[in-house]
Nanobody, 122 residues
């Protein structure tokens, strides 16, 4: 089992900044990738930022140049620095982890955190 704990959400004015954190805990797994996603009303869940264990990062088009994802000293922790926030960024932000279970089968699983609310006022 893997648990993802997100923090850092809150209420800010347009143009402000927030820093989200996600920590993965558990045992018997190794992380393939971790990322941040959001799901605007009426739309499917969309990529915000995602990083592989090797350090490759990709961003959603709507956040390029404003958001920066980084990895902590441990690969089990990631951050999302959100600058120049817009009201359109208001959403619940979910942390996702893709992990490989340490076993002979090398089974891969996808886990989601509970989400953290980000609200940007105009």
């Amino acid at each position: 089992q893997v648990q993802l704990v997100e923090s850092g959400g809150g209420l800010v004015q347009a143009g402000g900044s927030l820093r989200l954190s996600c920590a993965a805990s558990g045992s018997g797994f190794s992380i393939t990738s971790m990322g941040w996603y959001r799901q605007p009303p009426g739309k499917q869940r969309e990529l915000v930022a995602d990083i592989t264990s090797g350090g490759a990062i990709k961003y959603g088009d709507s956040v390029k140049g404003r958001f920066t994802m980084s990895r902590g000293n441990t690969t089990n922790t990631v951050y999302l620095q959100m600058n120049s926030l817009k009201p359109e960024d208001t959403d619940v932000y979910y942390c996702k982890a893709v992990v490989v279970v340490v076993s002979g089968a090398n089974l891969q699983f996808q886990y989601w955190g509970q989400g953290t609310q980000v609200t940007v006022s105009s």
